[in-house]
T-cell receptor, first 110, second 113 residues
Framework: EDQVTQSPEALRLQEGESSSLNCSYT??????LFWYRQDPGKGPEFLFT???AGEEKEKERLKATLTKKESFLHITAPKPEDSATYLC???????????FGKGTRLSVIA | DAGVIQSPRHEVTEMGQEVTLRCKPI?????LFWYRQTMMRGLELLIY????????DSGMPEDRFSAKMPNASFSTLKIQPSEPRDSAVYFC???????????FGNGTRLTVT
């Protein structure tokens, strides 16, 4: 059974204090690893897809990386508007849909 | 593109009542998913459809839950009778087939008292 574990559950940062969120996964053949951002009262919003170990994707202050066992979402010099819950999900090589982790709640304090 | 549209945004009902949640997927998307989100369990897949056909409903908690997709532009999730433990945020998502990302609606927050 595919599993996704995200850590930490919650993270509080000062504005400008860089950090990383972790997503560990076990999957029977990875087709893709997805990162989503979720703001309060809204649905998850797609950020990145990573397909193979060593791949990296960047968007503004966010960079996602992938190894064979985990993915990291690096946040460089975060701003208060980066505060949200970040969700990781995996898609396996079979016919089953996305399996999500429980997310990391990020708070960035000015 | 208006995105995935869900209604109502909030629903408060009493135990035992029937609840119907609605979803309009993005035009052209072949797949539609219903998820439930709680603090304890995160996002759980309830059921998904490909080309309007239910593919896997193993995530549906019990027979009180049912979902339909009568056409490519509309789906419903029904709970009858509702119970307090059904209280959660229910999300609908759609996507093209394959490994493209899903697009989520803004959810329906259900409270059963």
């Amino acid at each position: 059974e595919d599993q996704v574990t995200q850590s930490p559950e919650a993270l509080r940062l000062q504005e400008g204090e860089s950090s990383s969120l972790n997503c560990s996964y076990t999957v029977s053949g990875l087709r893709g690893l997805f990162w989503y951002r979720q703001d309060p009262g809204k649905g998850p919003e797609f950020l990145f897809t990573l397909y193979s170990a060593g791949e990296e994707k960047e968007k503004e202050r966010l960079k996602a990386t992938l190894t064979k066992k985990e993915s990291f979402l690096h946040i460089t010099a975060p701003k208060p508007e980066d505060s949200a819950t970040y969700l990781c999900a995996v898609l396996n090589s079979g016919n089953t849909p996305l399996v999500f982790g429980k997310g990391t709640r990020l708070s960035v304090i000015a | 593109d208006a995105g995935v549209i869900q209604s109502p945004r909030h629903e408060v009902t009493e135990m035992g009542q029937e609840v119907t949640l609605r979803c309009k997927p993005i035009s052209g998307h072949n797949s539609l998913f219903w998820y439930r989100q709680t603090m304890m369990r995160g996002l759980e897949l309830l059921i998904y459809f490909n080309n309007n056909v239910p593919i896997d409903d193993s995530g549906m908690p019990e027979d009180r839950f049912s979902a339909k997709m009568p056409n490519a532009s509309f789906s419903t999730l029904k709970i009858q009778p509702s119970e307090p433990r059904d209280s959660a945020v229910y999300f609908c998502a759609s996507g093209p087939q394959g490994d493209s990302p899903l697009h989520f609606g803004n959810g329906t927050r259900l409270t059963v008292t």
